[in-house]
């Protein structure tokens, strides 16, 4: 029987801690005198309110969690936490509720896919409290890539439960992740703080440093203006949001690790890290030259600072933008998508389908070529030095093979809704892979869309948050079942 | 590797093949057209080829093995497909350019069906027979490819039917067991096209379409004597007719060859790839001919029914006939369609895409992944009918989808690369890597406005799709060429 006291019990918790984070922005608003601290008041009273009558009928429930509910509980505190985070847009930018879910969820699984349409006239609480949306969603995403997926078994994502830090204890959920999560939050708290000291030291006004740190460092993508990075023009911000973006799209287990040791090496030997940077490296190339050749920009330096940005934000699923990348000549903005598509390393804030999976996949179509010139070889698929479980590969495989089937029903549904082939293809690009940049009708922002696709594409970002299977496992008649 | 050996059977190969040039030279002297000539000289330097190739290595009694196979496997559609483009390349009437006439004979023997022409009905009948018979000769050549050779060499998890094959089962000697299921299903196939024919003659198509229809129909080719495909003829029967034999074309003939020898349908009723094909077209078609309806695309149900049945049909098969302009169809559609040519016709038929049984794998996979999350202790097997799958068979499949995948993405990116827009490129990739056809955007119609180097990754993307993508890639990796 699935124990709903339980579930319910960590879920009010959770929204009342939560409720606590809406008065930061209250506190921006008294600061910047913008008028919007009693929405934010109540938006935290309501929240708390909510949170509190889930919590207290089942406060001294004994239950404790197992595996099973860790679905549920996944899957219902992004869904929660999007919903009452709406509260605030509904009084000022006026968004309606679709408007507002789509922008929590936004905010929430870090795409940074925007339906506000004029940035630089919204309250400047408005604007911190997304980017506010973005940092927490990060600090959860972490959390869920580096400790709950790999105990849930998601997508092949076991492959890192022996790398989790913290105790090992399959069937009790709590213990294990409030150590994991207070590591690595540390972690991600520090780099935080550098990265808006690196902003801030490169010219951005504090403001905007603190709201370009958070989102940032979640590659969540929502910024304070709507050309995103493209409003400051200095190559200096880029690079400084090209290095954060790079770190921030890497497993925060290596990090931990290479704090702990002091050493560097714990990168160098990660086989993921590896094909990351390998990765990366010939995009960046590849667009570069290719920016060149069509004289899209004259200078060598132009080419590289541009190109190499929206590699990274797009490898790492940030979503941010520091030119026009839309009009970019012949393959460019689709290249662009499908590397989202690929995206950054498992056990990061990023999205996409994974470094890992995708380099697995590989390894495993490699052993299939030497299998049919050799069919009674035993080839075994290794990452690293060890060789990976029949178990861990086909979990990879149903991944992948899911992630096209939804990628492409997502589309459907889109065109469906009346959108061109374009448009379609990037907002599925942009919302499930958590991206954020799209193309065509989605190109700067996501207001313009009907309500239908707008739904959709709140969708496409949770379910791609969730790496599919959490959200589609609830879907059996099985897991209800006792 | 064995140079000679696949030597001499690519001389045969090409000498048999320069003969099937005479019939459409026979056609233009009966219709009395221009067309004669370049045929005969085509057969000349086909056959003269063949001979040299062939003379020095005619003693070599060795029998092929498992590496050969794949390089006559691919020389078998890139040498044939460069000489079946000889008679088009020197016929005056169409003038195509080499670029041209290679990707509409290399279209023709991967029995895609996608083509560079227009005008069809101003075509000299030659022309227009000898393009109905490369499709023809190609499904010939796919039923043999897909039910005997690609499971003999464990291509992308189809060593699956290495035990259903009709014939006797040696595995290191390829040729006497070809040779053996070869005649057995090219009787089926045979037979198939002269009640595919009949069907259309009595329908009321003249004797030359009914004879031109059934050859790109039985060989899910969907090259049509006429510009408007099967829409030329505005008659409900015909199509009838060509929505039963597209069915029965995209079924696998290792069935038929059981059928026909037990006298009994079960065979089909059993075969759960056979009902997964039948129930996904049965859907395709459901959502298209609702979505019709209720856009009022044609102004009522019958006409919605029978264009959307038909090009479900079409499409889903990977045909690629037409009734309608149907990427100009409301919504979703034209994309719906396209997508679902990516599942294509079953294994072992002359159908495109990455197979039925292959994407039934993939389903059953990704359930009992979820039925894994819910009890990580249990043990599932994955059954195709009452049989469990070989975990290799499943590893094959993956890595056929994932090969897939990632060649489609490579194509279409170097398609924009060549100036292409994203609908277009797209579409065409999958109309030609699915040996579909008719594409959306600008190759909606034909692919005739599209940059030479375009049409020579197009001619790639065909072959690859055929070939079932690893067949040809194996020839790139360095193993291969070692002993």
């Known amino acids: ?482 | 590797m064995q140079p000679r050996v696949i030597q001499r059977i690519l001389g045969l190969l090409l000498m048999v093949f320069s003969f099937t040039m005479l019939p459409p030279a026979a056609v233009g002297w009966i219709y009395g057209d221009i067309g004669v000539r370049p045929f005969l000289d085509g057969f000349l330097v086909t056959l003269g080829t063949g001979l040299i190739l062939w003379w020095p290595a005619r003693n070599v009694r060795r029998d092929l093995r498992l590496r050969d196979g794949f390089i006559v496997a691919v020389s078998f559609w890139v040498v044939l497909g460069l000489f079946g483009a000889i008679p088009l390349a020197l016929a005056a009437h169409p003038h195509l350019s080499i670029t041209d006439a290679v990707f509409e004979s290399i279209s023709g023997l991967t029995t895609t069906g996608a083509t560079v022409i227009v005008g069809l009905d101003v075509l000299p009948k030659s022309i227009l027979f000898y393009r109905q018979e490369l499709e023809w000769l190609g499904g010939m050549g796919i039923i043999v490819l897909a039910v005997a050779v690609l499971p003999m060499l464990g291509v992308g998890g189809m060593q699956l039917y290495r035990a259903e094959t009709p014939g006797p089962i040696k595995d290191a000697k390829l040729t006497p067991r070809i040779a053996e299921t070869a005649k057995a299903l090219w009787y089926i196939y045979l037979g198939m096209t002269v009640a595919c024919g009949l069907a259309y003659w009595l329908a009321g198509m003249d004797v030359f379409d009914a004879v031109a229809y059934s050859f790109s129909t039985v060989s899910i080719g969907g090259f049509a004597p006429h510009d408007a495909s099967m829409g030329y003829f505005n008659n409900p029967l015909i199509e009838a007719v060509a929505i039963v034999f597209m069915l029965l074309a995209g079924a696998n003939f290792g069935l038929h060859f059981f059928a026909i020898r037990r006298r009994s349908l079960r065979p089909y009723l059993e075969d759960s790839e056979f009902r997964t094909y039948f129930t996904v077209l049965a859907v395709l078609a459901a959502i298209t001919v609702g979505y019709l309806y209720l856009t009022g695309h044609f102004g009522g149900f019958g006409d919605d029914f029978r264009h959307g049945l038909f090009q479900a049909v079409s499409i889903g098969t990977t045909t690629g006939f037409t009734t309608s302009a149907y990427h100009q169809w409301p919504g979703f559609l034209p994309a719906l369609l396209i997508f679902a040519s990516f599942i294509g016709g079953c294994a072992g038929s002359t159908g495109g895409g990455i197979k039925v049984v292959r994407f039934l794998l993939l389903l059953k996979q990704g359930g009992r992944e979820l039925m894994r999350l819910v009890h990580p202790n249990a043990q599932f097997a994955v059954k195709i009918g009452r049989r469990p799958v070989d975990d290799r068979v499943i590893d094959a499949v993956w890595g056929f989808f994932a090969a897939y995948v990632a060649t489609f993405s490579i194509i279409m990116l170097a398609l924009m690369a060549t100036g292409l827009d994203q609908v277009t490129a797209f579409s065409a990739v999958a109309a030609c890597m699915n040996n579909l056809g008719p594409g959306l955007g600008s190759v909606g119609e034909n692919f005739a406005n599209l940059n030479p180097i375009a049409k020579w990754l197009l001619c790639l993307a065909m072959l690859f799709g055929r070939l079932e993508v690893f067949t040809p890639l194996v020839l790139f990796t360095p193993g291969f060429w070692r002993r």
């Open chain 1, 1 to 482: 029987m699935m124990r709903f006291a339980a579930v319910r019990r960590i879920l009010g918790v959770l929204i009342a801690a939560y409720s606590v984070t809406m008065l930061v922005p209250a506190g921006v608003a008294l600061l910047y005198r913008d008028g919007q601290a009693l929405h934010f008041v109540d938006s935290f009273l309501v929240t708390l309110t909510i949170g509190l009558v889930m919590w207290l009928p089942v406060r001294s429930t004994q239950q404790e969690l197992r595996r099973r509910e860790g679905f549920l509980i996944v899957t219902l505190y992004w869904v929660i936490l999007s919903a009452v985070s709406t509260l605030p847009f509904h009084f000022s930018p006026h968004l309606d509720f679709t408007d507002a879910f789509f922008e929590s969820v936004s905010g929430f699984t870090t795409t940074g896919a925007t339906t506000i349409v004029n940035l630089d006239k919204v309250p400047k609480s408005i604007l911190y409290y997304r980017a506010q949306l973005n940092w927490l969603g990060g600090m959860g995403i972490i959390v869920l890539a580096i400790a709950v997926l790999p105990l849930l078994r998601v997508g092949g994502m076991q492959l890192f439960k022996a790398e989790t830090p913290g105790p090992m204890k399959d069937e009790k959920l709590t213990p294990r992740i409030e150590h994991t999560a207070r590591a690595l939050w540390a972690i991600y708290v520090g780099m935080t703080g550098l990265c808006i000291l690196g902003f801030w030291a490169a010219g951005m006004n504090f403001f905007d440093a603190v709201c370009q740190g958070f989102a940032t460092m979640a590659t969540g993508g929502f910024s304070t203006h709507n050309a995103s990075f493209g409003y400051w023009h200095s190559p200096m911000i880029s690079a400084i949001a090209d290095v954060f973006m790079f770190l921030s799209g890497m497993n925060f287990a290596l990090h931990y690790i290479a704090l702990r040791k002091g050493s560097l090496r714990a990168y160098w030997t990660d086989p993921e890290a590896r094909v990351y940077v390998g990765f990366i490296g010939a995009s960046i190339t590849l667009v570069t030259l290719t920016l060149l050749l069509t004289h899209t920009y004259s200078s060598f330096g132009a080419a590289l600072n541009y190109g190499a940005f929206q590699v990274l934000t797009v490898v790492t699923c940030t979503g941010f933008v520091n030119t026009d990348f839309t009009h970019w000549p012949v393959f460019l903005p689709a290249l662009l998508m499908m590397l989202a598509i690929v995206g950054g390393s498992a056990g990061s804030t990023a999205g996409g389908m994974k470094v890992v999976r995708v380099q697995l996949a590989v390894k495993q179509c490699v052993r299939e070529f030497r299998r049919i010139l050799h069919p009674r070889a035993e080839i075994p698929v290794k990452l690293g030095r060890n060789v990976l479980p029949e178990r861990v590969v086909s979990a990879i495989w149903s991944f992948l093979a899911a992630y096209v089937l939804v990628y492409l029903l997502f589309m459907l549904i889109l065109l469906g809704t009346g959108m061109d082939w374009d448009s379609a293809f990037a907002a599925v690009s942009a919302c499930f892979n958590n991206m954020g940049a799209g193309l065509g009708m989605v190109g700067s922002n996501f207001a313009h869309i009907s309500d239908a696709a707008k739904w959709t594409c709140s969708i496409a970002m949770l379910v791609g948050r969730l790496e599919i299977f959490t959200f589609l496992v609830l879907l059996t008649p099985m897991y209800w079942r006792r």
